[in-house]
Each structure stands twice: as C-alpha cells, then as structure tokens.
C-alpha cells in the first residue's frame, strides 16, 4: 500500500476566482453610486482680503525683532526681548485676533532656537503662528 503525500503548496485559484467575481461586482456597482457635489467658494468669500502678518524675526540666538507687515510702509523692525515679544503680540492678536504670526530666521541661527520661540509662543496662547520659509532659486539650464 503507498502512502499519500503530503501536498505543501498553496491552491491560489480559488482566491483569483473570488476577487475576479469582486472586481465585477465593483464594476457593475460603481456607475450608480451617487455623485459627490464640491462646494465652490462664492464671489463674496474670495473677495476677503488677507491679513498680513507679523513676523518674529530671528537673527541671532538673543537677537529678536518685530516686523509688522500690516503698518503702512512696510513697517519697522524693533529689537526686543521675549517678554517684551509675547506682550507685543499679545497686544496685537487682542486688537485683531485673525492677524496672523509667522517665525523668520537667518539660515546660521540653531533649530532649537526657533523652537524654543515657537514653544514660548505657544506657551503663551498666541493663535495662527506658522513659520516663514524661503524658496530657493532652482539652476536652469
């Protein structure tokens, strides 16, 4: 008498057969479904204009300037300390809360001392605070 071998592989036809009849089904189904509808902003939104914002400016581990873009004439930078800085902004976010607050720094200033700003900003409660970068020109040839 012989004994039976053992069968080590997998049968995958009947698996292909399955996702064959799936993949018809979603073919026959797909073309009811029901159209999505997309929200265009209206004239009266796209109008709005934009608030500039003001830019914390890092130039140095210690130095830290204002430059506040909404002031006619492009604004002035003042030199300050932190607490001097968050009182700033908190003054100006108070006058106008949807004015927003982005990070600049100078490309030789540390990582952490923009996070340290960044950290301290938040700390403090100042809303809309983003980080300002700066597109570097691409070669062409």
Do not use: C, W
Request: glycine residues 4%; positive net charge.
């Amino acid at each position: 008498m012989r004994q039976r071998r053992l069968m080590n592989q997998i049968n995958v036809v009947p698996y292909i057969d399955v996702m064959l009849v799936l993949l018809v089904i979603f073919m026959v189904t797909a073309p009811m479904m029901p159209t999505g509808t997309v929200d265009l902003p209206s004239v009266a939104k796209a109008s709005q204009t934009r608030q500039q914002p003001l830019e914390v400016v890092i130039r140095s581990e210690r130095e830290i300037a204002l430059h506040d873009h909404a002031v006619a004439g492009g604004g002035s930078e003042v030199s300050m300390s932190r607490d001097k800085l968050v009182a700033q902004l908190l003054a100006a976010q108070a006058a106008n809360p949807d004015q927003p607050v982005v990070i600049s720094a100078n490309k030789n200033v540390r990582y952490d001392a923009v996070m340290q700003i960044m950290d301290l900003l938040q700390r403090n409660n100042i809303s809309k605070v983003g980080l300002l970068v700066q597109q570097q020109a691409t070669k062409s040839e």
